[in-house]
């Protein structure tokens, strides 16, 4: 019984690889999962393969820090985050899985003019836009996080905040373990530790993949849902795509007694800190400034992640860091992901370039991309993050909301 329910829980396959299947997907984290559940759901499309070179959830969806919000600053970003947010808000019972998502709210310091003039601008566009978010002033923030520290003669003191209410986090692994659970109960196959090392492609349209195992799968359609190697991926066709990969480093704490119930970011200081039900302080930095494929933590960006939060909350001086981790991101040049499909290759899809967001919008993700494969239409809400859109010179640049790499 302790066997079964251990190759349950890890899916260590299930299946043989079929011959053929309607879509492959590259990618087992939460948006190459949402997108087989969708699919399978909405327009009952289940002869679907998704394949891992690693474990379910091994990749960035099991390495990120698990915050959500929709405060960001461009109308195209606001209006698929704020999509995805709401579909998070009702996964446990779409799932019938338990996500543990805490709203506890999103707090994005200002300490500079031009810092306050950001927030002022998101704010408002929040606001058109239906998203529940306001600036709040050195007051009001001390009264929502005592802790914190806002007196006058800090490095950088603080001077506003953009306040989100139905921003919060919630368990990485929740989300991954339900939508796995979801789409394999509907038809969809998963096979980890099952690598992708080729794309067939044949008079301009894939035709079906290729593995390290020597497997060749036809396939209809094929959508690449990788993250930091996505890049790589997509070559396999004979496209390049604008991605950087950089490395993601965070850390979490020994747990104390619970003092905090808001997430809060600090753009200008590079560091995000938020408490955990179970005590414990996650914390993260920007993005390392050299691109890299690594998965070690360094211990730079330790003493970076420290010295801030230190900053911020001086009573954290004495704690200790239980664990550092990393991930590799896929940066483009606006900060914005590309989705959608591909000129000149047929039913080749992309879901990339989600950089150190894409966790915040897997949900909206999957569902937009499963609509464009059964539907063969381009749903108005991705429409703006195609790959042409860079030689358009119609960049969605979401820089200023995602200054800080959460």
Known sequence: MRGLFRKERMWEGHHALKPRYDVVIIGAGVHGLSTAYYLAKNYGITNVAILDKTYLGGGNSGRNTAILRANYSTVEGVRLYSESLQLYERLSKDLNFNMLFTQMGHMSLAHTDSAVNGVWKRAEINKALGVNSRVIW??????????LDTGPHTRYPIRAALYHPPGGAIRHDAVVWGYARGAEALGAEIHPRTAVVGIDVAGGQVTGVRTAAGDVVGAGVVVNSTSGFCSTITKMVGVDIPVVSHQLQACVTEPVKPFMNKVVVS????????????GELVMGSEIDPYSSYSPQSTLETLESIASHAVELFPALKNLRVLRQWSGVCDMTPDYSPIMGLVDGVKNFVLDVGWGTYGFKAGPASGYRIAELIATQKTPETIRPFALSRFDQNAQVSERGAAAVSH
């Open 138 to 147: 050195p007051d009001e923030i001390k009264r929502m996080v005592p802790p």
């Open 267 to 278: 753009a200008n200081l590079h560091v995000y800190v938020y408490q955990t039900d179970r």
